[in-house]
């Protein structure tokens, strides 16, 4: 079992930062790849932002330049930092991590897990 418990989220005015956090605990032998969604009320979950193993990320044109991703490989943890918050940013974010289970670590193949999710508003 694998699992992602993700933090940090809260209500923040306009112009505010917040750094959200997603560690990965359970069965794994190697994180391949860690991100970061969201999905607002009405709208599809997309993607905000990714980062690889060898550290190269991607991030949406929306938040490019306000939010950072980074992650810490040896706390099996992604980070978020999100500064500049918009009204635009509320929604729910969620972590997902591509692991490869220990228990199958022999087949050399990922599975992408979710965390709960965690609510981010911003508002004044």
């Known amino acids: 079992q694998v699992q992602l418990v993700e933090s940090g989220g809260d209500l923040v005015q306009p112009g505010g930062s917040l750094r959200l956090s997603c560690a990965a605990s359970?069965?794994?032998?190697?994180?391949?790849?860690m991100g970061w969604y969201r999905q607002a009320p009405g709208k599809e979950r997309e993607l905000v932002a990714s980062?690889?193993?060898?550290?190269?990320?991607n991030y949406a044109d929306s938040v490019k330049g306000r939010f950072t991703i980074s992650r810490d490989n040896a706390k099996n943890t992604v980070y978020l930092q999100m500064n500049s918050l918009k009204p635009e940013d509320t929604a729910v974010y969620y972590c997902?991590?591509?692991?490869?289970?220990?228990?199958?670590?022999?087949?050399?193949?990922?599975?992408?897990?979710w965390g709960q999710g965690t609510q981010v508003t911003v508002s004044s």
């Open positions: 997902n991590a591509d692991i490869v289970p220990r228990s199958t670590w022999y087949r050399g193949t990922s599975n992408r897990y």
């Open positions: 359970g069965d794994i032998f190697s994180i391949t790849a």
């Open positions: 980062i690889r193993s060898g550290a190269s990320t």
